[in-house]
């Protein structure tokens, strides 16, 4: 069997202090990396253009990580892969696990990866709000979509190229996940879910301006979640989904 070609993507937002060590790590495990650099302003720029062993795609501004998304999207199915996996760059990851993702998704349209699907040693303790909103979120999702997902928002993914590339995206912030999940759904996609380490190096991370208050940031992504819905509720439900070990 012909292996697939599978790109690693990375959206990346000042990340001046991690981007080097992980793309390090990245490259061990992915031949071809793609990195969209969001408009940072804090010198990530500059490190990027160090490298020769990735591909960058710069957002003049910051457009947001839905937009990042729907650009390593797009450079994936313009350039033939077959496979595109997202991770962060912010050292939450484990970029060891890519070519389990990679695996996985020749068999599915799209790999979730899930931090509460199986406990490991060391697993961080999550922010009590950001847990809370996200055990919300995930619990709406199965029951207004058929799912069975464990952890809506985890941003460790694989998706088949050609599948990822018929879904439209039109919300370019952080409540993109969302959207995908409902067009993904309306279109019938398969899902798994492979666990990964629960992993918070920044609890205190920003999601800009008035989305770091939980209330705002819960409105937001009911507000994208309700929105995508009205956009065709005929269709949705029953998603195909498993459990991965």
């Known amino acids: ?4 070609r599978a790109l690693t993507a990375l959206p990346v937002f000042n990340e001046r ?3 080097h060590s992980v793309l390090d790590e990245v490259a061990r495990y992915s031949s071809d990396i793609l990195v969209v650099d969001d408009g940072s302003s804090d010198g990530t720029a500059e490190l990027l253009a160090e490298r020769s062993d990735i591909q960058v795609v710069t957002h003049a501004k910051n ?8 650009t390593a999207f797009d450079y994936a199915a313009a350039e033939n892969y077959d496979i595109i996996v997202t991770i962060d760059c912010d050292g939450q990851h484990e970029p060891q696990r890519i070519p389990r993702f990679v695996a996985a998704c020749q068999n599915v349209d799209i790999v979730s990866g899930s931090r509460y699907l199986k406990q490991y040693e060391g697993d961080s ?3 009590a709000e950001r847990r809370w909103i996200n055990q919300l979120l995930t619990a709406e999702i199965n029951q207004r979509l058929g799912y069975q997902l464990t952890d809506a928002f985890c941003g460790f993914k694989a998706y ?5 590339s018929q879904l439209p995206v039109t919300e370019f912030g952080y409540a993109m996940p969302l959207e995908l999940w409902v067009e993904a759904a309306r279109a019938g996609l398969s899902v798994i879910e492979l666990p990964v380490p629960l992993v918070y190096l920044d609890e205190k991370r920003s ?3 008035a989305l770091d208050d939980g209330t705002t940031r819960l409105n937001y992504y009911h507000l994208v979640l309700d929105r995508t819905m009205a956009r065709g509720e005929c269709g949705v439900g029953d998603a195909a989904i498993s459990l991965g070990g």
């Open 1 to 4: 069997m012909k292996s697939p």
């Open 17 to 19: 202090g991690t981007v």
């Open 63 to 70: 457009r947001g990580y839905g937009a990042a998304l729907k």
């Open 125 to 127: 303790e999550p922010p």
């Open 160 to 164: 088949r190229v050609d599948a990822i």
């Open 207 to 209: 999601f800009g301006g």
